[in-house]
């Protein structure tokens, strides 16, 4: 089964600080996805990559920014965390192809205080 | 843009009745449709996803039926159990871009 490993998979920050949640995939997948779960909203697209030096927008991108590394490794960072930041964040990747499924790490739980 | 909209936030029933979960979406071409479940404390998995003939996907009692007709791909069990309380996501994949796009969720809690 794929893997992708977040770390850290708990963190604690004040409003204001530098956050980086980093995230690997060692399944040689194309595209990389990092979401945010939030009760009643479900899971919302913050970013996703199709390769190394690609980032294109998703549907909550306010407040965050990414980047992607290597084909391995996707990163995404809040350089201004605020208390509406505090949520659990997965990474996910996927092969190429429409039909393909999406596999998860097992999250980041981030809290602002 | 495209989009899942899933109605219902919890759906509460009692073992051995019926399951549908409703799922509507909205995309600009044909996308494909996945169903993915979430139990506590656990990442989102694969549950099944639509095929691009008529066949049914089915899995673990699971099924869903793809209507292009009415934009829907309503998740379905003829028989709950205890086992199947869990959060469940429809997605979907969209042609033209690489967006992976999901619906609010349902929290399934299945009583004896």
């Known amino acids: 089964e794929a893997a992708v490993t977040q770390s850290p998979r708990n963190k604690v920050t004040v409003t204001g600080g530098n956050v980086t949640l980093s995230c690997r995939q060692t399944?040689?997948?194309?595209?990389m996805y990092w979401y945010r779960q939030d009760t009643g909203h479900g899971l919302r697209l913050i970013h996703y990559?199709?390769?190394?030096?690609?980032?294109q927008i998703g549907d909550v991108p306010d407040g965050y920014k990414a980047t992607r590394t290597t084909q391995e490794d996707f990163f995404l960072l809040l350089e201004l965390a605020s208390p509406s930041q505090t949520s659990l964040y997965f990474c996910?990747?996927?092969?190429?192809?429409?039909?393909?499924?999406?596999?998860f790490g097992k999250g980041t739980r981030l809290t602002v205080v | 843009g495209d989009s899942v909209t899933q109605t219902e936030g919890l759906v509460t029933l009692t073992e051995g009745l019926p399951v549908m979960l409703n799922c509507t979406y909205q995309?600009?071409?044909?996308?494909?449709l996945f169903w993915y479940v979430q139990h506590l404390n656990e990442a989102p998995k694969l549950l099944l996803k639509?095929?691009?003939?008529?066949k049914r996907p089915e899995h673990q009692g699971f099924h869903a039926t793809l209507h292009k007709s009415s934009s829907s791909f309503h998740l379905q069990k003829s028989s709950a159990q205890l086992s199947d309380s869990a959060l469940y996501y429809c997605?979907?994949?969209?042609?033209?871009?690489?967006?992976?796009?999901f619906g609010a969720g349902t929290r399934l809690k299945v009583i004896a």
């Open positions: 990559s199709y390769g190394a030096g690609n980032l």
């Open positions: 399944n040689s997948h194309n595209y």
């Open positions: 997605a979907l994949s969209p042609t033209g871009n690489y967006k992976y796009v």
């Open positions: 995309s600009t071409y044909s996308p494909f």
């Open positions: 996910a990747s996927r092969a190429g192809g429409r039909a393909t499924e999406v596999f």
């Open positions: 639509s095929f691009t003939d008529n």
